[in-house]
Every structure is written in structure tokens, then in C-alpha cells.
């Protein structure tokens, strides 16, 4: 099967989930807006100076003859009065601009700056650096969306508009299993044999860097009873399960078995990817299981592609499927490729020209974490693409 028409029928199978939390503002960053959001205030609440200078009738200035000053507006310190014919009113930027006045001449056109009286060198439109009221938002303005991931920038909006809390969606419960007889915790003294599960920690913090809440529910034996029992347990309290290692057609792989024991139904299993290929998918009613192929590197891309994708449904983002791929050019010649699309780990660079050239890492080997961990890019041979010279057109996603 096509990663993409499996990644299409995965994602059809997932609901977002329903729960939602009010998420005070200093934890909301990186949560994902259950509901839309509504300006309960106006801002800036009034005509605001957006210079330093004087706040005057921009009719009076035609004449360029001095103006009296009449008091002064600072930020947070409105002038109280009106301004008249041939006024003004010494003004800061933030101050409200006073009733009046409609334009602000800049102090760098007045001479006499900071005595009674001052002289404009310059002519001003009405409006002339004055923030009209609302010029940002109104009350009532639906400035953010359901399913926006909140940023900084939302969160500082969200502050504007006079919210202190935010309906956030609840974090997917993620299990994640890592199964495999050889696999032994980082720090132990390992056996002959043995190698250390790395995979849990990657996938965790995959987990909880795009929204997710990781439960690491450890290493779980190559034996069918204990993998039945494992995925059991993992099943109750979590929306996803996500298991490395097991998925292939090995005399010890136990996952897709321990499913059907379980029963969930397997929606698709196998995918024309390098690297990749053991990827399994399971639905029992609305808990779902991503089954990752074991090596490192293997399961750390098809988190990227399929991982990522299911949270940001189950986060009820918009448009989970978002192809984030670009364009670059190739950097050295590739031979063509066969059925399966590959994702290949690549550094980025510019040529002489300024265009962006990914350099595939001449060893591709899906074990090796280290090229992984220093790639920039993931570069895409799609299925029986024909062999590549240097400079082609190519797709990326950065890492
Ligand atoms: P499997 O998919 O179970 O056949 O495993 C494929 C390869 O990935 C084997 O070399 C495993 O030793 C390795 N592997 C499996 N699980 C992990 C893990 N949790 N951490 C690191 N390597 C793993
Ligand atoms: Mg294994």
C-alpha cells in the first residue's frame, strides 16, 4: 500500500478527541484551541499617539503659526480637557489622543519643543499618527480559530483580548511499548546480545513535543502471551498505542497477533516506504495502535509521517494530512528508484546561485541514528522515480 492512501485511511479512522481543559495563559503555549476565540474588549480601547510629539488640529497647522500648550498626555495619563483652535497638548506615545485634536505633529516638526509655546515646521493630514480606537480588534472580533497551536503570538493576542484562560484541547493518552527479547534500559549492565531500547525515549519525546502525553509502558518480551497481555493493559486509559519492533513477518514478531487477540481490527499493515515497511495500524472502537518498525531510524520517520499526522487529528487541528514538504535541488546523482517511496536523511546547503541543495547521506541504513540526528532534511524519492543527476528538482521536510 501507498504511504499515502495509508496515511488517508489511518487518519479517517481517527476522531478528534472531545475532552477540553481552560488552560490558564502561562500554560497554554503549545496547546491546541478547543474552541474559537472572541475579543471581550476593543483595543486600543481609544485614539492612541503612536509618536512623541504634540497632539493638535491638524487644520491649525496650514498656517505654520505657534501653538499654545495647553497641558500634557502620557501613557497611562490622559489630558483631561479639550483642544482648541491653535492648542496643543504635549503627547507621548500610548497616551489617548486628547478630544479635539486629530492629528499628532511629530516633535522633530515643532521648534520650541517643551516651552508653552511651539512653532510647526511642517503640515500634518488629519490622522496623522494617531491610532484610531479598534484599530487592532473590536469586541466581539473572532481573532482565533479551533485548532490553532497556541504560539507565543496567540497567547499575547488571546491576552489583548481580555482572556485569562483558554479551552484547550485534552493531550492524546499515548502508551508506547517497545517490544523485542534483546532490548535492555539505557545504564544497565547488558547481557550478550543485548542492545539498549532507545526507541521509547525518541518516541516520547516525539509524543509530547507535538501534543501528545507519553506513557512508556517499558520493554516487552518477543513472546505472543506477554505481548497479548502488554497490549491489554496499554489498551485501558489510553487514546493510541504506539509499539516499536515486533511488526514484521519474523518467527518473534507478536504484535499484529496480540491485536487480533485483543481485538482490534488491522487496517492496514505493510506500506511501500523505505525505510519503514513493517508499519501496522489498529482500530478497537476509539483506541487506536501505530505499530513502528523497530530500527531506530525506521521508527522515527514513520513517526514523522504517520505519528504526527494521527496526533494532529486527535488534536482536532486543521488538515492533519498538511503536506509540509518543499522544493530543493539535488545534490549529488541518484540511481532510480523502485516501488517503494524513500525518505532519505540529508543534509541542506546553498549553490552559487542561492538555491537550496539537499545531499543525501551516502549511507542510508535505518539503524544508524547518529545520520539521523545530524540531518537537516529528509529528502523524498517518490516510487519508481527514474535516476536523478545532480541539480534535479527534488521535495524535502525538514527536520
Ligand atoms: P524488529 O522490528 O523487532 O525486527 O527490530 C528491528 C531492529 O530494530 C532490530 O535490530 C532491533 O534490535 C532494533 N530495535 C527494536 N526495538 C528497538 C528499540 N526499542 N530501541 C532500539 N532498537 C530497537
Ligand atoms: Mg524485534
Known amino acids: ?50 509618536m512623541d510629539g504634540y497632539a493638535v488640529r491638524a487644520a491649525d497647522l496650514t498656517s505654520l503659526m505657534p501653538l499654545h500648550v495647553i497641558g500634557e498626555a502620557k501613557a497611562g495619563h490622559p489630558f483631561g480637557g479639550t483642544v482648541g483652535p491653535m492648542e496643543a497638548v504635549r503627547i507621548f506615545t500610548g497616551a489617548p489622543v486628547p478630544d479635539g485634536a486629530d492629528a499628532i505633529l511629530i516633535q522633530e516638526n515643532a521648534q520650541g519643543v517643551g516651552a508653552g509655546v511651539i512653532t510647526p515646521t511642517q503640515t500634518e493630514q488629519a490622522g496623522r499618527f494617531v491610532r484610531p480606537a479598534g484599530l487592532d480588534f473590536c469586541t466581539g472580533d473572532c481573532l482565533l480559530k479551533a485548532g490553532t497551536v497556541l504560539d507565543a503570538w496567540h497567547i499575547g493576542l488571546a491576552a489583548s483580548m481580555g482572556h485569562g484562560l483558554l479551552s484547550v484541547r485534552s493531550r492524546p493518552r499515548v502508551a508506547i511499548l517497545s517490544t523485542g527479547d534483546e532490548l535492555a534500559m539505557p545504564g544497565s549492565a547488558l547481557r550478550e546480545g543485548q542492545i539498549v ?5 525518541a518516541l516520547a519525546a516525539f509524543v509530547e513535543s507535538r501534543g501528545g502525553v507519553a506513557d512508556d509502558r517499558g520493554i516487552v518480551p518477543d513472546d505472543a502471551d506477554t505481548t497479548r497481555r502488554a497490549i491489554a493493559n496499554a489498551a485501558e486509559g489510553c487514546d493510541l498505542i504506539v509499539t516499536s519492533g515486533g511488526a514484521s513477518v519474523g518467527d518473534h514478531d507478536f504484535v499484529q497477533a496480540a491485536l487480533v ?107 544508524i541514528q547518529r545520520l539521523m540526528a545530524s540531518a537537516d532534511a529528509l529528502l523524498i524519492r517518490p516510487a519508481h522515480a527514474p535516476a536523478a543527476e545532480a541539480g534535479t528538482p527534488c521535495r524535502i521536510i525538514r527536520l
Open 197 to 201: 531500547s532507545s526507541n521509547a525515549f
Open 1 to 50: 500500500m501507498a504511504p499515502d492512501v495509508a496515511r488517508t485511511r489511518m487518519l479517517a479512522a481517527a476522531t478528534p478527541l472531545q475532552g477540553a481543559e481552560a488552560m490558564p495563559l502561562v500554560q497554554a503555549s503549545g496547546r491546541t484551541l478547543a474552541e474559537d476565540v472572541t475579543a471581550l474588549r476593543t483595543q486600543p480601547p481609544f485614539a492612541a499617539s503612536a
Open 261 to 367: 487477540a485483543n481485538g482490534f481490527s488491522i487496517s492496514f499493515w505493510k506500506i511501500a516506504v523505505r525505510p519503514g515497511k513493517p508499519l501496522m495500524f489498529g482500530v478497537r472502537g476509539s483506541t487506536l495502535c501505530l505499530g513502528l518498525p523497530g530500527n531506530p531510524v525506521s521508527s522515527m520517520i514513520c513517526a514523522i509521517l504517520f505519528l504526527e499526522p494521527l496526533l494532529r487529528k486527535l488534536l482536532g487541528q486543521p488538515n492533519p494530512d498538511t503536506d509540509r514538504s518543499e522544493g530543493a535541488l539535488l545534490g549529488r546523482a541518484l540511481p532510480a528508484n523502485d516501488l517503494r517511496e524513500e525518505y532519505m536523511r540529508a543534509s541542506l546547503g546553498r549553490d552559487d546561485a542561492g538555491n537550496l541543495v539537499a545531499t543525501p547521506f551516502s549511507s542510508q541504513d535505518s539503524s
